[in-house]
């Protein structure tokens, strides 16, 4: 079945560093993948969607100078997690759909990216 | 808007015991519903699906049917394992693009 394979699965950073965070989709081509954060204990939160070739479209109160996406390929898109923050301490989580496909979600692995 | 409501955890059952997690959703159309597992530490995995009224979606001896008139997916098995352990989310989709997600049920299946 389809694959989608984030790096790194686990990354500590000093504050005020940046992170970036992959998102691949191994076996198929997606204009579109969703990043998605989870706090603990909690459900996914939609934090934007990833266009191919285009800007991200974030949701609201989601600080887009803060996390970057770029979709710079059909099966490549990045999350640059800008001037960490303790707080932006989570589970990054992405995924994709298969264009022609029965509409589910392929998820990745996820991240946990832990700031000092 | 559109929502899923699911059941509160966490759920702690002895192995072999029978398994309902609550699931119902308000939708201004007619989703797709779905139910995805996350084991400790990973992100989620598609685990059944059902895509009309009706339909009743299966995978590993979980099964759920989309029941339109009380606008319900609830997930069932018969008998859980220690490997059944995880967290289980219930999700509607209208368009494809926007998945919307219940809060996630923990599981915990003891020996």
């Known amino acids: 079945g389809a694959v989608v394979s984030q790096h790194p699965s686990w990354v500590i950073c000093k504050s005020g560093t940046s992170v970036k965070i992959e998102c691949r989709s191994l076996?198929?081509?997606?204009?579109?993948m969703f990043w998605y954060r989870q706090f603990p204990k909690q459900s996914l939160m939609l934090m934007a969607t990833s266009n191919e070739g285009s800007k991200a479209t974030y949701e609201q109160g989601v600080e887009k100078d803060k996390f970057l996406i770029n979709h710079a390929s059909l099966t490549l898109s990045t999350l640059t997690v800008t001037s960490a923050h303790p707080e932006d301490s989570s589970f990054y989580i992405c995924?994709?759909?298969?264009?022609?496909?029965?509409?589910?979600?392929?998820f990745g692995e996820g991240s946990r990216l832990t700031v000092l | 808007g559109d929502s899923v409501t699911q059941m509160e955890g966490p759920v702690t059952l002895s192995e072999e015991a029978f398994l309902t997690i609550n699931c119902t959703y308000t939708a201004t159309g007619y989703p797709s519903l779905f139910w995805y597992v996350q084991y400790p530490g990973e992100g989620l995995q598609l685990l059944l699906k059902a895509t009309k009224a009706d339909d009743k979606g299966s995978n590993k001896g979980f099964e759920a049917t989309y029941r339109k008139e009380t606008t319900s997916f609830h997930l069932e098995k018969g008998s859980v394992q220690v490997s059944d352990s995880a967290v289980y989310f219930c999700a509607l989709s209208l368009t494809g693009n926007q998945f919307y997600f219940g809060t996630g049920t923990s599981l915990t299946v003891i020996p």
């Open positions: 076996d198929f081509q997606a204009t579109t």
């Open positions: 995924s994709a759909r298969i264009p022609s496909g029965s509409g589910e979600l392929f």
